[in-house]
């Protein structure tokens, strides 16, 4: 009647399998639904048009030699990149209360798939934004100044930090359940995260205390890698103690560890649902 | 295979303080329709839920078509199909677009599953419909595109939650001729309703659940025989007087039962029906209690229910907390 699989091979091929059906029935919402994808659109776009228009002209300590625009869209990448990732949480929440997760559950489908699916899903709807971000970025005189394959680096990167945010927000949604909640519940934590670092602005305007939080916001790791990745040395010379590879490995380090954290506890709560 | 397909032994399951199941013991033969019947949070979606592997039971032991809930769980979800309250489809994909990801994720092959979902909609009516997203459908569709994703992968058993509540009249009646037509192909189905003529017209036995309990098992027939004879059936002009008719009507028949919400009141009679009737209309009269309505009838299985639990069923006053996967669904 259907093969379930019981060997490893077999479990792993079903799971991929199950995981594509499921990414194709996430991504079929957004064609049905255009809207939404316009919408993961707008914010990133308002934030480089206010941030390169309204707030650029005030902001001082750049680096040496850097234009804001080349200093912020770096930053707006991996901000948008985080941003997206909270629809993970927020597309879960609203299939737990349609039930149609009540469906899949009763399937012999792999249980890892729904979530798999849905970060996948969302993986490949941040790196069409972050492209078109890229596009919009040409427009208003941002511009990759180190290098093809740093560029691809840079993109890479950045959706693999979305791509790692789709889990903790997995988890979230899955522990709240509601809709409305989840996305109440991921504000109050993305926008502090995502502005107390070097993403928008550089660090040497802020208070001590808020200083020293952004230096050890993995946002701000990630926002000056991108940012050496894209706009090369300029950007290294502001930071006299970092290398490219340091701060590539860094940045790495802090997906892996995300990852290796709550990639268990989404599992668990989607096994332990009731 | 021989003996019942489904087989629950004492499963209970709690949720904080609730018993929304306590001891249910059931056996359901091959090839019949069983029905669960009982008013809402009587523990009917907790057994569902626990057969189709979306619940585990604190205690107890369940089987369907010879796997074990709990430790054959997916060998088991490969023969059954869920549909109901329980489940739901996508409604941003087409009707067969739900079909053809429903029948993927049973690991049926590509164009099995393609001709699998054609098949099911046209069975359903849905043919026309097929290539608009679900979200256009009126309820009635919506809830045949439910049943035909239970059927994609031709299950041995299939569990249905609900599977006509808040459905138009006509709808239910299209509902009901599916159900009859998986009998005849020899599929077990489990349906669980809070409507007693649902369970009169569509199964071959019934366990009645009450609080987690299942308080009465048999076919219809078997079940209203349990009162035999006749019910006499008094409602007074004014609601408010049942429980005087009751008083009034004290020794014509066997014990009066009194729904007060319906203003009606109910008393099982042997022997001489009409004798009791010629009575009871004195004694109201006597009493000077103006009388609504007043008829001899057959039991229903409402009857059934009043006199085994003491209220209607279609009047569940508990309600279990709703279990956390989807909370804005109404659970019974």
């Known amino acids: 009647m259907s093969a379930t699989g019981s060997t490893g091979g077999g479990r792993l091929r079903w799971g991929v399998a199950d995981s594509l059906v499921i990414a194709r029935r996430d991504l079929m919402k957004f064609v049905r639904i255009p809207a939404l994808f316009v919408f993961s659109i707008v ?232 | 295979m021989t003996g019942p397909i489904i087989r629950a032994e004492g499963l209970a399951k709690r949720f904080g303080e609730v018993e929304a199941l306590r001891a249910v013991d059931l056996a359901v033969e091959p090839g019949t329709v069983f029905g669960l019947l009982g008013p809402n949070g009587a523990g009917k979606t907790t057994s569902v839920r626990i057969f189709t592997t979306l619940l585990t039971p604190d205690t107890g ?56 979902a054609g098949e099911v909609l046209e069975r359903f009516g849905l043919s026309e419909a097929g290539d608009r997203p679900a979200r256009t459908y009126s309820g009635g569709m919506r809830r045949r595109l439910d049943l035909g994703a239970s059927l994609v992968a031709r299950p041995k058993v299939l569990f249905l939650d609900e599977p006509t509540t808040g459905l138009d009249p006509r709808s239910r009646l299209d509902v009901w001729a599916m159900i009859r037509e998986l009998r005849e192909e020899g599929i077990t189905l489990l349906l669980t309703t809070q409507y007693m003529e649902e ?10 659940i009450d609080l987690g309990s299942v308080i009465a098992e048999g076919t219809a027939d078997e079940l209203k025989a349990r009162i035999g004879g006749e019910v006499l059936e008094v409602a007074p002009q004014d609601r408010a007087l049942a429980d005087d008719v009751a008083s009034a009507l004290q020794g014509v028949g066997g014990e009066a039962k009194v729904d007060e919400r319906a203003g009606r009141v109910r008393i099982p009679v042997g022997g001489d029906a009409a004798g009791v009737l010629v009575e009871a209309v004195r004694r109201l009269d006597a009493a000077r209690i103006r009388i609504g309505d007043i008829a001899l009838h057959r039991p229903t299985l409402d009857d059934v229910f009043l006199s085994l639990t003491g209220h209607v069923a279609e009047d569940g006053s508990v309600e279990e907390p709703a279990p956390a996967s989807s909370g804005r669904r109404r659970r019974s």
């Open chain 2, 61 to 116: 032991r369940a089987e369907v078509a010879g796997f074990d809930v709990v430790r054959d769980a997916v060998a088991l979800r490969g023969v059954v199909g869920l549909a109901g309250q329980s489940a739901a489809v996508d409604a941003n994909l087409t009707g067969s677009e739900n079909l053809e990801m429903v029948g993927r994720l049973y690991h049926l092959p590509r164009a099995e599953a393609k001709r699998r």
């Open chain 2, 199 to 208: 369970a009169d017209q569509l199964t071959d036995r019934i366990a009645v």
């Open chain 1, 43 to 274: 914010q990133p776009l308002m934030f480089v048009l206010l941030f390169r228009y309204v707030f650029g002209g005030a902001i001082a300590g750049l680096p040496a030699g850097l234009d804001y625009v080349n200093f912020l869209l770096p930053g707006i990448f991996v901000q948008t990149a985080i941003f997206g990732s909270t629809q993970t949480g927020i597309g879960l929440a609203e299939d737990l209360s349609s039930g149609i997760v009540d469906r899949f559950r009763s399937l012999p489908m792999a249980r890892s798939a729904v979530l798999v699916g849905r970060t996948t899903t969302d993986l490949v709807r941040n790196l069409v934004v972050v492209l078109l971000m890229i596009a919009i970025g040409y427009v208003v005189g941002f511009s990759f100044g180190n290098g093809f394959v740093s560029a691809l680096v840079a993109i890479g990167l950045t959706v693999m930090i979305g791509f790692s945010f789709s889990w903790i927000s997995a988890t979230i949604g899955l522990a709240i359940k509601d809709t409305e909640s989840v996305q109440a519940a991921t504000f109050t934590w993305v926008f502090p995260l995502t502005f107390v670092s070097t993403a928008l602005v550089p660090i040497g305007g802020m208070p001590a205390v808020l200083e020293a939080v952004a230096r050890n916001n993995p946002v701000t790791i990630w926002a000056n890698t991108v940012r050496v990745l894209t706009a090369g040395d300029q950007a290294l010379a502001a930071l006299p103690t970092e290398t490219l590879a340091g701060l590539i490995l860094k940045s790495t380090a802090w997906i892996v560890a995300i990852l290796m954290v709550f990639v268990p506890l989404a599992v668990r709560q989607y096994r332990n649902l009731s």
